[in-house]
């Protein structure tokens, strides 16, 4: 199944039924009297979060959705059935939002939770409601009113406790191969992961959390450059952020300096959520070179780094700990 985060859809409400102009004529009734009925309430759209799905995929095909209109009343004082609801069923973790991609409608975390983004129309009077003391026999009766309508923009956002960042190459995909079952494309080359991907930690039979890994940023990704910034909100549900550098690049310090910058520019939060940086491929270092570039990233960091390698599963353990350990305070200090 391909992968798909992002999708525009058009939503139209049902329009409530047109109420009726009738009379009665019984034979034993003298006067009779009005008996138009009012029209039923159109379906409302609804969207929905349910377990099993995780993309967006059945909306790229699939984009205009419309509710049924209420059914028109009738004579004997009866209403017009309404219509049902049109539900659309969306991943867990699904942000709504209205056509400026700025306004959120819904946030669904929680399976089952629901939010009606296009409300119905409701049905018009039958003449038999405006029967008074004075208007005896009104001829009057309302059509429904029209049900609301809207293009709105569905996101995904994956529900994750950690997020791998870093520049291309990394290892974010070799690490989350050694840290979970999970088994992302892995080769020597720039973009081997083209979109998220998600690997479950299990520390014991007490303790895991959901790790999440994005593919590589790069210098200007906020205007675009590369894959851009597209799959940073994947990291936005994140606890904590294990920032991966490759540590037989020259420069650490400046490829985390460009990620920390591309952070920032996104916005999110995502700049002041915590960050765990760990020098990565440490197998492939010299001990002169590993000591020289842990000293450099902890000065310009001003915290500690880890030292790990996804190959070999050095110092792997040592960082699952520490990702659980910030996961839990965070969780602590949330509730």
């Known amino acids: 199944m391909k992968f798909l985060d992002e999708a525009k859809v058009y939503l139209k409400a049902g329009d409530g039924g047109n109420g009726v102009v009738a009379f009665r004529r019984e ?33 790229r095909y699939s984009q205009h959705f419309r509710a049924r209109k209420g059914d028109n009343g009738a004579g004997s004082d009866r209403t017009g059935a309404g ?5 659309l069923k969306v991943p867990v973790g699904t942000v709504v939002l209205d056509e400026d991609k700025e306004t ?47 293009w709105v923009w ?15 190459n990394a290892g974010k995909s070799t690490f989350l191969a050694a840290a979970s079952a999970a088994r992302p494309k892995i080769a020597d080359y720039p973009f081997t992961t083209l979109h998220p991907q998600l ?13 999440a890994d994005i593919p590589g940023l790069i210098e200007g990704a906020a205007e675009g450059a590369g894959l851009g910034t597209r799959f940073l909100g994947h990291v936005e549900r994140c606890a904590v952020l294990l920032h991966l550098i490759d540590g037989t690049q020259a420069d650490p310090v400046g490829a985390w300096r460009t990620v920390r910058a591309e952070l920032e520019e996104y916005g999110g939060g995502l700049i002041d959520k915590p960050e765990i940086v760990a020098l990565n491929k440490t197998d492939a270092m010299t001990p002169q070179a590993r000591a020289s570039r842990v000293k450099a990233l902890e000065r310009a960091t001003g915290n500690p780094v880890m030292l790990i390698s996804g190959a070999t599963g050095d ?20 509730a």
């Open 104 to 150: 959120v409608l819904a946030d669904l975390t929680e399976v089952g939770q629901r939010a009606t983004l296009c409300t119905g129309g409701d049905g018009g009077r039958g003449n038999a409601h405006y029967k008074t003391s004075t208007n005896r026999a009104p001829r009057r009766a309302d059509p429904g009113w029209p049900g609301e309508e809207r």
């Open 154 to 168: 569905l996101r995904l956002k994956l529900i994750a406790d950690a997020g791998l960042l870093g520049l291309p």
């Open 27 to 59: 034979k034993y009734i003298e006067f009779g009297g009005p008996d138009g009925g009012n029209g039923g309430r159109g379906g409302d759209v609804i969207v929905e979060a349910v377990d099993g799905l995780n993309t967006l995929i059945d909306y």
């Open 315 to 334: 110092g792997v353990p040592a960082a699952l700990r520490r990702l659980a350990d910030v996961i839990a305070e965070q969780r602590e200090t949330a």
């Open 83 to 87: 219509s049902e609801d049109v539900v």
């Open 199 to 211: 690997g479950v930690v299990r520390l014991n039979a007490s303790e895991e959390f959901v790790l």
